[in-house]
């Protein structure tokens, strides 16, 4: 009988014995190989799901303004019914879902069925029972007043212990107009920032309000349009400069770039959010936030920030500025026909993130800066 030395051991010990603990080592690298296969390297730290643009009412299909694209209105809530199980149904379930506005469409109003949507699409979100931060887009205020979404299930804005600093807990430039803009901390050293893109605008804001005024002087300065939706000009940056877009209050970019700040001295990894792209090249620049270029220097003058992620423009985009930050706009799923899929799971590594996508929204590695 053939005897090998252990070189754990002091004896020596027999064939069998040897072969058994060779097999039970090609086991375990087996099950390292296939981790490893399925996320790059060691397990993430955490992941979380994103989704954008549900625009979910029970109406029959349509099409988009310039009638070039088919909207599955019903078809909508199916596909986030199929997210919610594909993340529910993980061996680790994200900790969170970043759902990037529009969840409901403006349609509901006319139906007079606001309120039944929303509860349709929050009680689908339910049954996973993973929390969900929501970031308000425009067909958020073609359904509800400012004032409503605060009191809603859309109100996902949390006071973050972790950052106990009050000039930057949550966005609250005054009591009269509070803008919907928060952080949180879903792991030590990572924080994601919600933004509201529509904190300046003429249909997130009400006459008579400061904001309001404020914003119709921006908009009409760059559109004489009657129909202020219909944008100043067929082609280039100024077409954003219409009422279904938004911008962000000197308020909440100070907030900002003071949350930024800390995150920096924290040696933090943020991912900032909005319903509304604020990169030219990450988007149709019909899409894009009004003052959007306040917010990209904002960001580069940070080296936490990581990426920043949209929705609003359903056919998607993705850039890496020269600063290295990740700009992500996201498919809109209702946009998206039924057979096909749109969301995304981010894992999140020391080092990286790797989104993996479902249907329409494309696979990406996201290194850091
Ligand atoms: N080129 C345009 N001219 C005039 N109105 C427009 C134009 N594009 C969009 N709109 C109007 O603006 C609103 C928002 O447009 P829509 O495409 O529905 O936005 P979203 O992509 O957020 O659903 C709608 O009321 C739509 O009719």
């Given at each position: 009988m053939l005897k090998f030395k252990c070189p754990f051991r002091k004896s020596c010990v027999t064939e069998g014995r040897f072969l058994g603990w060779w097999a039970k080592s090609e086991k375990l690298t087996g099950r390292l190989t296939r981790t490893k296969k399925m996320y790059g390297s060691l397990p993430p730290l955490f992941t979380f799901g994103v989704i954008a643009d549900i625009q979910y009412a029970d109406i029959e299909d349509g099409f988009n303004?310039?009638?070039?694209?088919?909207?599955?209105?019903?078809?909508?809530?199916?596909?986030?019914?199929?997210?919610?199980?594909?993340?529910?149904s993980e061996a680790v379930q994200p900790r969170f879902i970043i759902q990037l506005g529009d969840v409901i469409d403006g349609y509901n109003k006319k139906y007079d069925?606001?309120?039944r949507a929303l509860e349709t699409v929050v009680n689908e979100l339910d049954k996973s029972a993973?929390?969900?931060?929501?970031?308000?887009?425009?067909?958020?205020f073609y359904n509800f007043s400012r004032d409503d979404l605060m009191m809603s299930a859309l109100n996902s804005k949390t006071v973050d212990g972790t950052m106990a600093e009050d000039a930057v807990q949550s966005c609250s430039v005054s009591d009269t107009e509070e803008s919907y803009a928060y952080h949180f901390s879903p792991a030590p050293y990572f924080r994601f920032v919600v933004l509201d893109a529509y904190d300046l605008s003429i249909i997130g804001r009400k006459e008579p309000s400061t904001r309001y005024y404020e914003a119709l002087e921006m908009l009409q300065a760059h559109n004489d349009n009657d129909d202020l939706?219909?944008?100043?000009?067929?082609?280039?940056?100024?077409?954003?400069?219409?009422?279904?877009n938004g911008g962000f209050s000197q308020g909440q970019l100070d907030w900002l770039d003071r949350l930024l700040t800390l995150s920096d001295e924290k040696l933090e990894k943020v991912v900032v959010v909005s319903h509304l792209p604020v990169h030219p090249y990450s988007t149709d620049?019909?899409?894009l936030a009004w003052n959007y270029d306040r917010v990209l220097s904002i960001l580069h003058s940070?080296?936490?920030?990581?990426?920043?992620?949209a929705g609003h423009d359903h056919d998607g985009g993705y850039y890496r500025d020269a600063s290295g930050v990740h700009h992500l706009t996201f498919e809109g799923v209702i946009e998206t026909p039924p057979e096909s899929e749109a969301f995304g799971t981010v894992y999140v590594y020391?080092?990286?993130?790797?989104?993996?996508?479902?249907?329409?929204?494309s696979d990406r590695v996201l290194p850091y800066p």
């Open positions: 303004f310039k009638h070039t694209r088919k909207r599955y209105y019903r078809n909508s809530l199916r596909l986030l019914r199929r997210a919610n199980e594909k993340w529910k069925a606001s309120e993973i929390e969900v931060h929501h970031v308000w887009g425009n067909h958020e939706n219909h944008p100043p000009v067929a082609e280039g940056l100024e077409q954003r400069f219409v009422k279904f620049p019909i899409c940070h080296k936490s920030v990581v990426c920043f992620m020391e080092d990286r993130m790797a989104l993996k996508g479902n249907g329409r929204v």
